[in-house]
């Protein structure tokens, strides 16, 4: 039987909402890939990290509350984690920091379970959310078009800090040339720590509002790490244009792949990412630098 209209509009929003919470995530990381040099394969473990704490909070306080503090709790993490090992292994060199924060992964991972044990944790979405919206006859969920919207919006602020702030100009001129950004007089390693914070905090939004989809368990920082830096390399290092597109690149390849080629689905993101690897390793949309 041929697809219909409500088929496709029902699998796109799907591909969307998988996009944008991919977005959520990536973009902190390949901007601190772009910028600082550093691979930080800890940022999933931040991820499940603020989900852990949106759980928390919106069971005392809220949704809205957990939404707005578990990135600002994620980020002040990133602030002691870059104070306490980030900034002192940025010289190390790119195989000391993959031992590093791969074993940071599992130091995050047994906090989480010390604290908030191996029990699956959940978030109900708040009321406005928890219904239906109908999209060309398909009623679909409005707490997934909400991730779309906050994806979008999220995309939309940043496009517009890098390209019109004096800030965005200064994290621009760093991710192209960091050296010659500090003979401009540029402060690079404040800019590292602000980026590096804004990174972590955009984790943690990613990881509270993928809560109320998923069950909040230690090891969803692990399962997400995989597709995170197939985004990366997709889109291409250090690109906001590269995070999104690389975003939704997979979002659409997985989820049309898994409904359309279900015999194989699994292989067919890492067919693409082998072929970006081969025609153009750099990414499809690099930064500069």
């Not at 999209?135 to 800090?161: D, E, K, Q």
């Not at 509002?209 to 995989?226: N, R």
């Not at 690389?246 to 049309?256: H, K, M, N, R």
């Amino acid at each position: 039987m041929t697809p219909d209209l409500s088929f496709w509009t029902m699998q796109t929003l799907n591909a969307l909402q998988l996009s944008m919470l991919l977005f959520l995530l990536s973009v902190g990381l390949t901007v601190i890939f772009g910028l600082m040099h550093f691979v930080n394969l800890a940022h999933g473990a931040l991820y499940a990290l603020g989900a852990y704490f949106a759980a928390t909070l919106a069971s005392h306080a809220g949704f809205w509350v957990a939404l707005l503090l578990a990135p600002l709790g994620v980020a002040v993490v990133g602030m002691a984690l870059y104070g306490g090992l980030i900034q002192r292994m940025r010289k190390s060199g790119p195989m000391a920091q993959v031992l590093v924060t791969f074993g940071l992964i599992f130091v995050l991972l047994d906090l989480t379970r010390i604290f908030w044990g191996d029990l699956a944790l959940a978030i109900t979405p708040p009321a406005i959310l928890a219904g239906r919206v109908d999209i060309l006859g398909v009623g679909y969920p409005a707490y997934r078009l909400f991730i779309i919207a906050l994806g979008l919006g999220i995309f939309a602020a940043l496009a517009l800090i890098l390209s019109r702030t004096q800030i965005g100009a200064m994290i621009r001129a760093g991710v192209d040339n960091d050296d010659m950004a500090a003979c401009m007089g540029i402060n690079v390693e404040r800019l590292f720590f602000i980026v590096f914070c804004v990174g972590c905090g955009l984790a943690g939004l990613a990881g509270a509002v993928a809560a109320p989809l998923l069950s909040v368990t230690p090891g969803m920082g692990l399962e997400i790490l995989i597709p995170t830096l197939i985004v990366i390399v997709i889109g291409g290092l250090g690109s906001l244009k590269g995070a999104i597109a690389g975003s939704l690149i997979y979002g659409f390849v997985q989820t049309f792949g898994a409904v359309l080629l279900p015999g194989v689905a699994s292989i067919l993101i890492y067919a693409l990412l082998a072929a970006v690897l081969l025609l153009k390793p750099v990414g499809l949309f690099p930064a500069k630098g």
